[in-house]
């Protein structure tokens, strides 16, 4: 610590004369990354982008692969013990349905003549890496006729686990997709809206409230119910981003109008207009930066209740559909078992997925917010 | 402004933007490519001359502005048509909303209970391990799916037997004398609000707990301390008070948050409330019923913000009305 450092140190109580604690100014990333929660969060995050990314390797089948003989089949149990009691490489037993005709029940019996050891990098489907790169080869997988179905098999016997990886693809990206939508889209507006002011400000504004005085969830589901039954699945992820998007631009607009309504009368807007910009430009260059500290943690905290919507409208069959997977509509076979969930406890599973996302989304955006904003410190 | 002439200002400029909603659902729906009438055509227990009475009466073979004129002529008189079971939509929604209203109001009513206190313990003991554990709690609320937790709630009923899974009412409601209704009703309200509750507590407990620490650091408060006086005068009296003017702003937003969310919490326990409803005249393309549902959900939306905003202004005076 310098001399003069040290001068300045015992003048000012507030700052630090530790050495531990340098006078450098940490970037915000820094800073995030410090925090124990949110680097928890940041590589949870990471992880479960890269299954979603890498969802063909990692997983044993495909989204439509499906054994029709083992639908609602339990999960496959995994051995790593013989009958011995020996230690050996994991293996799994063949299973077979039976049907009781007395009880109408079905039962899942395992083939205990021939062991199906689990194999690392076992060629099995075609699929193409980022939709590039033709590829067979998945990380675990075992031989048929056995089947390693770790979350057991949905109703038309397709396998959960991997099901969870493509489902994550949709789940995870419609967050940001929804963002890049709506907020330009809100910005602008707000931004508009609040620099003209008069009455291109009260008709903005009336339109706005509309929008956000229809109850959010009764307004998606009206909105999703438009769309006709038999679309492409591809068209129907895209236009369901779009109406998540059309709910989420009004509430952001109204925020960024206050916003602007206080920072235009800034001298550095005055001084813009002095200099022959126009109103647009001056809007875009100087009036919308001074909003971005807002923005950023704003957008942080909306991607998990994109993600929460999306997942709430497949949940109810309005999202998107069968036979393409996402958590809410695999999440919807808990609730059509809703009397034997606890036999078939895994049907939870996609649940729990996107429990752990929001939760790190959320915790990432509360950091953020002291990072970026000490301002807003404990108000959520 | 005194508050009633207040309240009519505002109801009056309500009326504006329930029109403006009442065209953009009327538009939405009808970009719809969707027979309205279909699942009356459909169903054999509506005549045709109902059927013939509906067409007329929304004015089908009438360009659409027209029919927007119909069906808002309609409404005026209290006329919101038939739903497609042949119900009358104005009866069956205000079953459903007061069940829904039944539902809102306790969970509301249950989380502040929880909440403000669990807040302000929060913020007295900031940094002590309850802090740290409401802080847990709260987080994992917020993040926490109400279709999930209903369906874990469920599970727990299941695996316990102490609450019936679903519904409002058992199949034997009606044998039972008035306390014992009153008991069943009270069982089976017991998980929903349990959801609402959990998922609702956190936002609150977070803000209550924020501004009293903010509040606390208040000069008011440091010279309250000064002059002597007790921990609990400063901290209720004097303190409390101020911190939770904010809140109450959180009020209205939490209103429509709850008839959002009740909407998937309803569906999964089976509560005849408005959400389900509405998401049933969704699926069945119920024209009608979404219709008024969606203008009864902006109603009770925007009443809440009226209550919010009164509550605001009784409880802070220099709050100026205008």
């Known amino acids: ?380 | 402004m005194s508050i009633p002439v207040y309240m009519l200002k505002r109801v009056l400029q309500a009326i504006p933007l329930l029109f403006i909603i009442s065209i953009m659902s009327f538009v939405m729906l009808k970009m719809a490519p969707i027979d309205p009438l279909a699942h009356l055509r459909a169903n054999p227990a509506i005549s045709m001359s109902a059927i013939k009475e509906e067409e007329e009466r929304l004015g089908l073979n009438k360009p659409p502005v027209t029919q927007y004129g119909i069906w808002l002529a309609n409404l005026v008189t209290g006329n919101l048509g038939v739903s497609v079971q042949g119900a009358d939509v104005f009866i069956l929604l205000m079953q459903r909303a007061g069940n829904t209203m039944l539902l809102s109001s306790l969970s509301i009513l249950m989380t502040w209970l929880i909440a403000i206190p669990a807040g302000i313990y929060a913020a007295v003991y900031r940094g002590k391990i309850i802090d740290k554990v409401f802080g847990i709690i709260s987080a994992i609320g917020m993040s926490m799916p109400t279709f999930l937790l209903a369906l874990l709630l469920l599970m727990f009923a299941l695996a316990t037997g102490w609450f019936p899974i679903g519904g409002l009412t058992s199949q034997d409601y009606y044998d039972l004398d008035a306390f014992g209704q009153f008991l069943d009703i009270a069982h089976h309200l017991v998980i929903p609000v349990m959801v609402l509750t959990f998922v609702g507590l956190a936002g609150i407990q977070r803000q209550m707990r924020g501004n009293l620490l903010e509040v606390l650091r208040a000069e008011y408060v440091r010279t309250a301390r000064a002059k002597g006086l007790p921990e609990n005068v400063v901290l209720y009296r004097h303190a409390l008070r101020n911190a939770i003017n904010p809140l109450l702003t959180l009020f209205g937003f939490e209103f429509a948050a709850l008839l959002s969310g009740a909407a998937l919490t309803e569906t999964v326990l089976a509560y005849p409330g408005l959400g389900r409803l509405t998401l049933e005249a969704v699926l069945t393309k119920d024209m009608n019923l979404v219709m008024a549902s969606l203008m009864l959900g902006a109603v009770m939306l925007i009443l809440g913000n009226l209550i919010a905003d009164i509550l605001l202004k009784v409880a802070d005076p220099r709050i100026s009305l205008d």
């Not at chain 1, 990206?173 to 809100?186: K, N, Q, V």
């Open chain 1, 1 to 380: 610590m310098g001399v003069d450092q040290v001068a300045i140190a015992a003048l000012n109580p507030l700052i630090p004369t530790t050495d531990s604690v340098p006078l450098v100014r940490k970037s915000p990333f820094q800073k995030l990354w410090a925090d124990k929660v949110a680097r928890t969060a940041l590589v949870v995050l990471t992880m479960l982008y890269l299954c979603a990314g890498f969802a063909d390797p990692l997983t044993p089948y495909s989204m439509y692969y499906n054994d029709p003989d083992l639908a609602n089949a339990p999960p496959t149990s995994v051995y790593v013990q013989d009958e011995q009691g020996n230690w050996t490489w994991p293996y799994v037993f063949a299973v077979k349905r039976s049907f009781d005709p007395n009880t109408f029940g079905q039962s899942y019996t395992e083939d205990h003549s021939k062991r199906y050891p689990v194999k690392l990098f076992i060629p099995g489907e075609e699929y193409k890496i980022f939709g590039l790169i033709p590829f067979n080869l998945h990380l675990f997988g075992v031989n048929s006729p056995a089947r390693i179905f770790l979350l057991g098999a949905d109703v038309n016997g397709r396998d959960n686990f991997s099901r969870l990886f493509f489902g994550a693809q949709k789940s995870l990206t419609i967050g940001f997709l929804g963002l890049f939508i709506s907020y330009p889209i809100g910005i602008l507006y707000g931004a508009i809206s609040g620099f003209a002011g008069g009455i291109t400000d009260n008709i903005m504004m009336r339109i706005a409230e509309a929008i956000m005085s229809i109850p959010s969830f009764y307004l998606l589901i009206a909105l999703a119910a438009i769309l006709p039954a038999g679309m492409p699945g591809g068209q129907r992820f895209a236009l369901i981003t779009v109406i998540l998007s059309f709910i989420g631009w009004a509430g952001l607009a109204r925020i960024i109008r206050g916003m602007v309504l206080a920072i235009k009368e800034e001298e550095f807007v005055y001084a813009a207009r002095a200099v022959g910009m126009t109103e647009i430009n001056t809007i875009i260059k100087h009036v919308v930066p001074q909003t971005m500290t807002f923005i950023i943690i704003a957008a942080t905290l909306q991607v998990p209740s994109f993600i929460l919507s999306e997942s709430g409208l497949s949940f109810i069959g309005l999202g998107i559909q069968q036979p393409d997977a996402s958590w809410g509509n695999m999440l919807k076979a808990a609730l059509d078992n809703v009397n034997d969930l606890l036999e078939q406890p895994w049907l939870i599973a996609p649940g729990l997925a996107i429990f752990v996302t929001i939760l790190c989304f959320n915790s990432l955006g509360d950091v953020l917010r002291d990072v970026l904003d000490p301002r807003m410190q404990g108000i959520s």
